[in-house]
T-cell receptor, first 110, second 112 residues
Framework: SQQGEEDPQALSIQEGENATMNCSYKTSINNLQWYRQNSGRGLVHLILIRSNEREKHSGRLRVTLDTSKKSSSLLITASRAADTASYFC??????????FGQGTRLTINP | KAGVTQTPRYLIKTRGQQVTLSCSPISGHRSVSWYQQTPGQGLQFLFE???????NKGNFPGRFSGRQFSNSRSEMNVSTLELGDSALYLCASVAGEYNEQFFGPGTRLTVL
C-alpha cells in the first residue's frame, strides 16, 4: 500500500494556466521528491525538498513543504502541452526507500 | 553523464518461466533501487543494493530476487512468473546523502 495521498487524482487545464498538485503524508520524512512520468515510461526527477526546507524552485516549477501539516504542493506555472503527464510525490523516510503516492494525472489542453 | 540504462525494454514471458532484468546506474553511483509499477498497486519498492549488498527489501515474495555486481550494475530475477507479475519494473540510481533517485526507462514485462 502507499502512504500519503495525492490530490487531485486528475487535473485538466488550459495551456498557459497554472497547475497545482498536492501531496500529504502521515509520518515524518527525511525529504520529499517529485517526479514526472509520461505515459508508462520512466520517472523523471523534478525536485527534491528536504524536511528543513519550505520552498524550492526549478524553472516553472515551485515546490512547497509544510511539515506541520505534513503536506507538499507542486505548482507548474504557464503550463504547456508538453507538461501533460502523471506527477508523483515520493516520501523518503529512510532506508533508501521511497514511498510513492498514487499520482496526479495532468492534462494540458491546447 | 549517461543516465540509468535498463535492458531489455520489453519482455513477454509465459506463466512459470523466469526472467532476469538488468540495470546499469549512473557512473559513480553505488546504490541501486528497484520498483514495480502496476495500475492497481502503483509504485512499490522491491529492494535496494549498495556495494553488492542488499540493504533493504520490500514486501514481495521470495520469487523476486536481485543482486549487484562490483561495477554497480544490478540484476533482478523473478522466478515462476505469475500473471500478476506483469508490470513496469523501474530501476533507480541513488545519489548523495539525500537519497535522490534517478530512474531508468523501465522494463515492461508482460506475462501471458
Amino acid at each position: 500500500s502507499q502512504q500519503g495521498e495525492e490530490d487531485p487524482q486528475a487535473l485538466s487545464i488550459q495551456e498557459g494556466e497554472n497547475a497545482t498538485m498536492n501531496c500529504s503524508y502521515k509520518t515524518s520524512i527525511n525529504n520529499l521528491q517529485w517526479y514526472r512520468q509520461n505515459s508508462g515510461r520512466g520517472l523523471v526527477h523534478l525536485i527534491l525538498i528536504r524536511s528543513n526546507e519550505r520552498e524550492k524552485h526549478s524553472g516553472r516549477l515551485r515546490v512547497t513543504l509544510d511539515t506541520s501539516k505534513k503536506s507538499s504542493s507542486l505548482l507548474i506555472t504557464a503550463s504547456r502541452a508538453a507538461d501533460t503527464a502523471s506527477y508523483f510525490c515520493a516520501k523518503d523516510k529512510g532506508a533508501q526507500k521511497l514511498v510513492f503516492g498514487q499520482g496526479t494525472r495532468l492534462t494540458i489542453n491546447p | 553523464k549517461a543516465g540509468v540504462t535498463q535492458t531489455p525494454r520489453y519482455l513477454i514471458k509465459t506463466r512459470g518461466q523466469q526472467v532476469t532484468l538488468s540495470c546499469s546506474p549512473i557512473s559513480g553511483h553505488r546504490s541501486v533501487s528497484w520498483y514495480q509499477q502496476t495500475p492497481g498497486q502503483g509504485l512499490q519498492f522491491l529492494f535496494e543494493y549498495f556495494s553488492e549488498t542488499q540493504r533493504n527489501k520490500g514486501n514481495f515474495p521470495g520469487r523476486f530476487s536481485g543482486r549487484q555486481f562490483s561495477n554497480s550494475r544490478s540484476e533482478m530475477n523473478v522466478s515462476t512468473l505469475e500473471l500478476g507479475d506483469s508490470a513496469l519494473y523501474l530501476c533507480a540510481s541513488v545519489a548523495g546523502e539525500y537519497n535522490e533517485q534517478f530512474f531508468g526507462p523501465g522494463t515492461r514485462l508482460t506475462v501471458l
